[in-house]
């Protein structure tokens, strides 16, 4: 047997173990399998690397495994005592009663009554808004972010935390360590560290050449949290950056929408940034865990919420399923805003069943995406939305990156989670679902003003699309499920 015959039949006997590893894997749809098959099929050797690399969406053994202990021995919200039953007592309406079941699902937090908010004016109002809680802060400050550049307004964050840990206030900040690798290897980062701020970075890549075989190096935390003294959070689709976006400075500005809540959401919040801190921050747990102990506190005749963290170290389809419930819950009107748009099969069903059955459906997206794969892709499934009845509206004000969704004027989803399969699969997200008539009203008004700023797109003019137009759309989207 010559070299080429023994290379050739080593080939093939990798990619017939490859092939049946896709076909065995367990949560993974049929529409994906066919995808990475084909393309180790029609890729030699670099399909297969291509899969070694991307194919299963695990962030390493040892970080499963400290990520699960870290959940197991968080403490438990405390009860409701008798005295604040009224107040935190979640009145919800017994139509939208299954929609927070689906939430407590995914993390095992209920919804809960007594919470307050506030839609920030815009994303230099957020920044300003943070930094104004920070310099007031007595007890402590914990700040994560996927995206934290050392830009104006990042370094504005910067120099808070700092005052803060100068007066003796506890200062957790944790950055992804890819998304904010510019600020995490920066003298900023240092200075904060030497202020007293406790920094850590979220699944840290080290060597990059030796990580593909611990884990995939694309699997992110692409959570934003702000919670200060246990009293305030914020929640959104905002990085800790200028709107100007530098990194990305020709699809800017980047228009986001974050809300500042009060309430006991903000344990929630808490337990969800603890749950990261632990993992990856080399400090005695007990401090921040006992922080977790402490009593929740209701504002009088506040709105029912429920934060909802999702990853991959979560259970399977997680936010599917609530953005699945949230489009089978529609009865009058569904209003949607995503920068990001690559569904699965149920949920772009459920979206269309939306319309069909008569209900007010609107999504709106940026008119030029960041990602040229992602905003093809996103178009393919322009054509199925608008016969089933969706508006679909394309943002020119810069690129539109809120996250939210409101549904039939009472109830609203917001947060850091896109609607595409990164999302669903890859990245640590958080969002917060609430109903309260009078916040929906006020997000369904930004909504509004973000369609002021749009153009409709029609089925004509998806239908004269050029032949080559729709092919590399389509082309995309099937290679969605590897994306």
């Known amino acids: 047997m010559n070299t080429t015959t023994i290379v050739v039949s080593a080939h093939l006997l990798i990619e017939v173990i490859l092939i049946i590893r896709v076909i065995s894997r367990p949560h993974r749809e049929p529409a994906s399998r066919i995808a990475w098959i084909a393309v180790i099929a029609a890729l030699p050797f670099l399909g297969m690397l291509i899969y070694l690399l991307f194919g299963e969406t695990s962030i390493g053994r040892r970080r499963i ?29 017994e139509r939208y009663l299954h929609l927070f079941q689906t939430g407590q699902s995914i993390n095992g937090f209920e919804v809960i009554g007594g919470n307050s908010a506030r839609l920030m004016a815009d994303s230099n109002a957020s920044i300003e808004s943070m930094v104004a809680d920070i310099d007031a802060a007595t007890d402590h400050v914990h700040l994560l972010f996927y995206i934290w550049l050392p830009d104006n307004n990042g370094l504005k964050i910067v120099d808070s935390l700092k005052r803060a840990a100068a007066r003796g206030v506890t200062c957790r900040a944790m950055a992804d360590d890819l998304g904010s690798r510019t600020m995490i290897r920066s003298e900023h980062w240092v200075q904060m560290q030497q202020a007293g701020v406790l920094t850590a970075r979220a699944l840290p890549i080290g060597n990059p050449l030796l990580r593909p075989l611990q884990g995939r190096i694309d699997l992110r935390n692409h959570r934003k ?46 337990h969800l940034f603890a749950s990261d801190w632990m993992t990856y921050a080399e400090e005695d747990d007990a401090h921040i865990a006992e922080l977790l102990k402490s009593p929740m506190v209701a504002t009088q005749s506040g709105f029912p919420a429920q934060v909802i963290g ?73 054509a199925s939305l608008l016969e089933a009845g969706v508006q679909i509206y394309e943002y ?88």
Request: proline share 6%.
């Open 310 to 382: 999702t990853g991959p170290t979560v259970r399977y389809s997680a936010m599917p399923d609530v953005f699945e419930s949230l489009f089978h819950a529609a009865r009058h009107e569904l209003t949607i805003s995503t920068p990001y748009y690559v569904p699965d099969e149920s949920m772009q069903n459920s979206l269309c069943a939306a319309a069909w059955r008569g209900v007010k459906t609107t999504i709106i997206f940026p008119a030029r995406n960041d990602s040229w794969i992602v905003g093809g892709a996103s178009r393919s499934y322009y």
């Open 396 to 483: 020119e004000g810069g690129l539109l990156h809120t996250k939210s969704l409101t549904l039939d004027g009472e109830v609203t989803l917001i947060g850091s989670a896109n609607m595409d399969r990164r999302s669903f699969e890859l990245n640590y997200e958080n969002n917060i679902l609430f109903y309260d008539p009078e916040m929906t009203k006020q997000m369904r008004a930004r909504q509004e003003q973000y369609l002021s700023n749009s153009h409709q797109v029609t089925l004509e003019m998806v239908e004269s699309w050029s032949l080559a137009h729709r092919l590399c759309n389509n082309t995309l989207a099937t290679l969605g499920p590897i994306l």
């Open 225 to 270: 949290i702000l919670v200060i003294d246990g009293r305030i959070t914020y929640c959104g689709s905002q990085n800790c950056a200028d709107p100007e976006f530098l990194v990305k400075a020709k699809f800017a500005p980047w228009v986001d929408a974050v809300m500042r809540f009060e309430g006991p959401i903000v344990r929630q919040n808490q």
């Open 65 to 93: 495994e400290r990520n699960q202990q870290v959940i197991q021995e968080l403490p438990a919200l405390p009860a409701i005592g008798p005295e604040d039953a009224e107040n935190l007592r979640a009145h919800v309406p």
